[in-house]
């Protein structure tokens, strides 16, 4: 009877150390719900990246650098992470949703064409403008995101490049009947700027005149 009892006992025993072993180990696995959240400086890495993907792609990100150099000054300043996170959010949608519309565009064919106005009193300036008129074209082309019409229009603006660079005056001569046409073109002169004279003396600003060509004959092709 008392060899019995031990043998109970040591049974019991074996059981408790599998459970406790059993307890133990499922105190130390980790569940999805207590997966340690990816931190704010990991998502701030992700969307430097993404945001240089964009502009490789061809997508206007002057603005979206901006923003996000401005999330990542108050992040470095200790702002509070969930009103970072806010604006980190928020960040994302509109790159994602201006990725998207390039994307859509990218078969549509897009003619601009550009060029320079210089002042009578600046009629001996002999400085070659050619390099500087097609750097700014390219700029502004890659910067331009129109959206999606079923008409083509032609949209001249007109604005001045100072003697520092700096952009400013922009005008549309006649404005497009959707408010997004002429915010997208204005955006697009916005985001090209500014751009170093090639005349480092000039002092008068130049005059620029850009026409945006909206074509979509050939958008699906």
């Given at each position: 009877m008392a060899n019995h009892s031990n043998l109970m006992s040591s049974v019991f025993f074996l059981f408790a150390l599998s459970f406790n072993a059993i307890v133990l180990a499922?105190?130390?696995r980790e569940t999805p719900s207590q997966?340690?959240?990816v931190s704010l400086r990991a998502q701030l890495d992700s969307t430097m990246l993404k945001i240089k993907e964009a502009g490789q792609r061809g997508v206007g990100i002057k603005s979206y650098q901006d923003a996000f150099d401005g999330i990542e000054a108050d992040y470095n300043g200790g702002?509070?992470?969930?009103?970072?996170?806010?604006?980190?959010d928020s960040l994302l949608r509109a790159l994602d949703e201006q990725s998207a519309r390039a994307k859509q565009l990218k078969g549509q064919q897009l003619r601009q064409t550009a060029y320079a106005k210089l002042d009578v009193e600046d009629e001996n300036d002999n400085y070659n403008y050619?390099?500087?008129?097609?750097?700014l074209q390219r700029r502004i082309r890659r910067a331009w995101h129109p959206p999606v019409q079923t008409e083509g229009y032609h949209l001249k603006t007109l604005f001045v490049v100072d003697k520092n660079g700096d952009f400013s005056d922009f005008r549309i001569e006649k404005p497009h009947d959707l408010d997004a046409v002429n915010a997208?073109?204005?955006k697009a002169v916005e985001e090209a700027g500014p751009m170093r004279i090639p005349n480092p003396r000039r002092q008068k600003p130049i005059n620029i005149e850009f026409t945006f060509d909206y074509n979509n004959n050939n958008k699906n092709r």
């Open positions: 499922e105190s130390g997966a340690a959240p702002a509070k992470p969930e009103i970072l996170q806010k604006r980190l050619g390099p500087f008129m097609e750097e997208s073109a204005r």
